[in-house]
């Protein structure tokens, strides 16, 4: 059960869930409507297209792309047409280029036995089989530029858009194509042959104004929270921290504040969320790490932040060393009787390509965006919040 004094349903707030309709993402929805939904029309003689959605943190990108997938598959199927969509996103599916090809064939057919395939091989099985079974298919490729980032050397685009370059002439199954990153920025390190197939094809996810944070927060309260249960000024606070620096129109910042609001009024036995409630959450979070962040790390992760979270404890500093996180992984490793993972340092640089932790040099991390002032009550929620999530 989900419910309880102030929740009618707490899981609307997970940043899992999409909801069915998604406010001030119509324009974004519709000209990815023109350019896929028009293809239903003649899917036979269809050449794939390919989308960048570009925007900040929590703009609506990932949200957006599969609500406009599933909307898609729909569509086709109410026309007679079988087509899938895939989303993979790059942070959970693939650390490698071999694992990102891989789990984009498992998702579309456990038919193809990718053990023993190169991913080129992958690749032209993939779309023989499309081909095969007359399914056309539309590929979400989420945090396409953390992947890269890692992979610098790996031409995934390369592979991917060339897709219709393995039965010249004739129109692909693999209908489109999605990227989604933060910015543009990624470009500067693929081929020039990478960027001229990939297009020009860019949406825009714009920051959220105040007004729109609102509305959005306003809708998903409705869903997740009995009525009155969350006031007006609550709402109001929770939108203006959400909107404004340096959070910056975040959605998943808001999502966060209510659902931990939220708990805490229901602990004290309250059934309204008060801007107090608020106030003493948002003083306690950091907005540059959210649950979902926490949520798709590898246990493997969890346990070096967490390590490094000790270690700048026990140093009541904001930066700890190196060395000193790695010990303190050990040792919560044998706590919990795990083998220590060989490769430490690539789990390090991981989280600092995701953005979580902060190198100040090549032997000193800190948390990203925690001053020292603050950083204490940060460490204490953020170590509870590992423990809870670590299941
Ligand atoms: N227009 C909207 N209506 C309702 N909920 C929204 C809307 N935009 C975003 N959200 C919610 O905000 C959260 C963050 O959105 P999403 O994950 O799509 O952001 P993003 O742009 O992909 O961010 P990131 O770059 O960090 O991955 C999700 O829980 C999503 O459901
Ligand atoms: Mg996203």
Redesign the pocket.
Known sequence: MSGGLVFKDRNKLS?Y???KR????DQQISLLDSVYGSMLKNIKNAYPRFIQII??????????AVRFGEQLSEKAKSEGINLRHVYINCKVDGATRYVLFSNLVRKVTPKISTRSLSPEEMIRQLVEYLRAENMFLLAIF??IDYFIQINPKEHVIYDLTRTTELSPGEPSHIIGEIF?A?SLKWHERLEPGEKSTLGVGVIE?PRYTNIQVRE?LE??IEEAFHHGAVDEETLDLVSDITANSPVNGD??VG?DLLYYSGSLAENQGLNRVLPDHVRKVYGEMNPTITSEDIMNLNENGRLVLLALVRSLRAGKSAYAGLRDVRKTYELACEELDIEPAERFEETVQDLVYRGIIEMKSLTELGITGASATDLEKFLNSLTQRLKREKR
């Open positions: 940043p869930y999409i909801p998604l406010p001030h993402r925007g900040d943190t929590g703009t609506g990108k990932t949200c957006t989420d945090e989604i933060r996810f959005i809708n998903r959605i998943r999502l």
